[in-house]
């Protein structure tokens, strides 16, 4: 079946550091991948996507490329704020399929 | 004017209870869900309805019933409530078209005493 992983928490990082929070998945098919994130007391929003093969998503400074060799989609930011503490969730969804798979989130802290 | 919206977003109530939680988009999807949300984050496909129509039953105990009157609402019934139960549950929606992004409602904190 499809699933997602990544990486566990949570994460601390100290303002302006380089983020990276690993993804990886397993589909039948051809998913779309997505990165969510939640903000403390809120729902889940879309951070970016990507739809097929070396696509990259890019949003608010972070991105992430579809990587179908390594069945990947690492989120990736370069300097990262206070206002960028939330939790990210890797999703991915096949064309067939009215499932969207989560993977288990990754909180962030970043410190001032 | 909020997308996704649920009520209530919070809910206190004691073991063997039961109690609803309601759901409305004006987005015009067809789709919508219910998600639960653990303590350590972890969302879990619950249900998911296609214009009226029940499409995803995950293994869900019984007690627990989706009802979509309109493609616009689906509410959630929980009978006799458990501790297990406290969670926070997320509606969402979404077209039926394109890479299906997910438009997700605030969410409802569940907690069973």
């Known amino acids: 079946g499809n699933s997602v992983t990544q990486m566990e928490g949570p994460v601390t990082l100290s303002e302006e550091a380089f983020l990276t929070i690993n993804c990886t998945y397993t589909?039948?098919?051809?998913?779309?991948l997505f990165w969510y994130v939640q903000y403390p007391g809120e729902g889940l929003q879309l951070l970016l996507k990507?739809?097929?093969?070396?696509d990259k998503g890019s949003n608010k400074g972070f991105e992430a490329t579809y990587r179908k060799e390594t069945t990947s989609f690492h989120l990736e930011k370069g300097s990262v704020q206070v206002s960028d503490s939330a939790v990210y969730f890797c999703?991915?969804?096949?064309?067939?399929?009215?499932?969207?798979?989560f993977g288990a989130g990754t909180r962030l802290t970043v410190k001032p | 004017d909020t997308a996704v919206s649920q009520t209530p977003k919070y809910l206190v109530t004691q073991m063997g209870n039961d109690k609803s939680i309601k759901c409305e988009q004006n987005?015009?999807?067809?789709?919508m869900y219910w998600y639960k949300q653990d303590s350590k984050k972890f969302l879990k496909i619950m249900f998911s309805?296609?214009?009226?129509?029940?499409?995803i039953n995950e293994t869900v105990p019984n007690r627990f019933s989706p009802k979509s009157p309109d493609k616009a609402h689906l509410n959630l019934h929980i009978n006799s409530l458990e501790l297990g139960d406290s969670a926070v549950y997320f509606c969402?929606?979404?077209?039926?078209?394109?890479?299906?992004?997910?438009?997700f409602g605030a969410g409802s904190r569940l907690t069973v005493l």
């Open positions: 999703a991915l969804r096949t064309y067939n399929n009215n499932d969207m798979r």
């Open positions: 589909a039948t098919g051809y998913p779309s």
């Open positions: 990507a739809t097929k093969a070396d």
């Open positions: 987005l015009g999807h067809d789709t």
């Open positions: 309805y296609n214009n009226k129509e029940l499409i």
């Open positions: 969402a929606s979404n077209e039926n078209s394109g890479a299906n992004v997910l438009t």
